[in-house]
């Protein structure tokens, strides 16, 4: 925690800050010792009245979002604010549409959108599926208000029911670290109480954030078609944490990091997080240092042995497995290791009672073996 004192932050915007609104504004709201969110879509707000974004008005917010110490206790509110104000790649479409970096005579409409982006959510991802309709072309889905609560009880791993894109890698690493460590599932979630989640991934190192609403691509009887397929959007019973998450991905995908180099980097669409690596996510979700080998690289016991030390571990399926209930090119989270009969108890992440399998299934070392090509895990 900082000991900068609010007398010194003012002192600080009195130097720094040129125009009087939005100087006076932010004194204001710095006597709780901090600048919110809200205080922060009020300053954005007072910017936009002027029509234009003058060139001093955005030397004044580039100044305010520069000074860490304004933001105590309450970095997503930087880093946010930093996206709308300082650019990000992600800038460059809003809603299907061309929009680009905040500068100096931007119109207020600019950075209307930039914080209806990165503050309230509302740039949602084309909800494109990988599902084919009688002509072959990839379906896309409209959204429907979801019903619910973000968390019910506590966050299992079988709360993850994947749908209609292969993003298996991540959703199978949401599994396991439900399993492992389900306070860094929890606690990627901040609630903004207007309907509204702001969601905390790890880049480098550092966290990124990005909001999601409560919209969820639905089919057109109101049902979810992607995490959570098959329920009502409807339903008072929903545990959103997946979807939401899910959601996430997708859009914070539009920086660029999520899946650089591969298919579908850059594009706030659902399909385009479609295949990638369990090792990748799990690092992306819990910030932990991940790596990958192969089965064949190791042993039961030394794979017991991470597992019992609490790594976070997902296996990669091969593209013929020996047993016909794993999935080819599939991934699973591990959720049970017994040592005295030497089995791997795995989840898939197309969920319980699947259509395929019971989503939880157990098998020998040699079915393992048989079956999966790699793993990717915590260390």
């Known amino acids: 925690m900082s000991t900068t004192t609010v007398a010194d932050l003012s002192l600080w915007l009195d130097s720094h800050v040129q125009t009087l609104a939005i100087r006076n504004l932010a004194k204001n709201d710095i006597q709780d010792g901090s600048l919110g969110r809200g205080d922060m879509l009020g300053i954005f707000k007072q910017v936009e009245q002027g029509g234009l974004v003058s060139s001093p008005e955005f030397s004044d917010l ?59 959510g509302m740039d949602h991802p084309i909800a494109r599926s990988g599902w084919r309709d009688s002509s072959g072309n990839l379906i896309t889905f409209g959204y429907r208000k979801a019903s619910g609560q973000l968390f019910v009880n506590s966050v299992d791993y079988t709360d993850i029911d994947q749908g209609g894109i292969g993003d298996c890698y991540f959703l199978s690493s949401l599994a396991e670290t439900a399993l492992k460590d389900p306070d860094a599932i929890t606690s990627m979630f901040i609630v903004n109480g207007d309907g509204t989640y702001t969601v905390r991934f790890m880049h480098d ?146 969920g319980l009672d699947n259509g395929h399998d019971s989503g939880i299934i157990t098998l020998s070392w040699t079915q393992i073996r048989g079956c999966f090509d790699w793993f990717g895990e915590t260390v």
């Not at 932990?288 to 017991?304: I, R």
């Open 62 to 120: 580039k100044a305010i979002v520069g000074d860490a110490a304004l933001f105590d206790g309450a970095d997503y509110v930087k880093v946010l604010s930093s996206d709308v104000v300082l650019g990000s790649a992600a800038n460059a479409h809003y809603q299907g549409t061309t929009l680009g970096n905040l500068a100096a005579g931007s119109e207020a409409a600019k950075l209307q959108k930039l914080a209806n982006k990165w503050f309230l």
């Open 205 to 350: 190192g550092k966290a990124a954030y990005v909001t999601v609403d409560s919209y969820l691509p639905t089919d057109s009887s109101g049902r979810f078609v992607f995490d959570g397929y098959g329920q009502y959007a409807t339903s008072s019973s929903n545990e959103l944490w997946a979807e939401l998450a899910e959601k996430a991905y997708v859009q914070i995908n539009e920086c660029g990091w999520i899946r650089s180099g591969m298919t579908g980097s850059g594009k706030n669409v659902y399909n385009a997080i479609s295949g990638g690596y369990m090792d990748v996510a799990l690092n992306q979700i819990t910030g932990d240092a991940t790596g990958w080998n192969y089965v064949t690289n190791t042993t039961f016991s030394a794979f017991a042995a991470s597992f019992n030390a609490g790594q976070s571990i997902c296996l990669g399926s091969k593209d013929s497995p020996s047993s016909a209930q794993i999935v080819g090119e599939h991934a699973y989270a591990v959720v049970g290791v017994n040592t005295l009969t030497q089995t791997i108890t795995v989840f898939n992440p197309w």
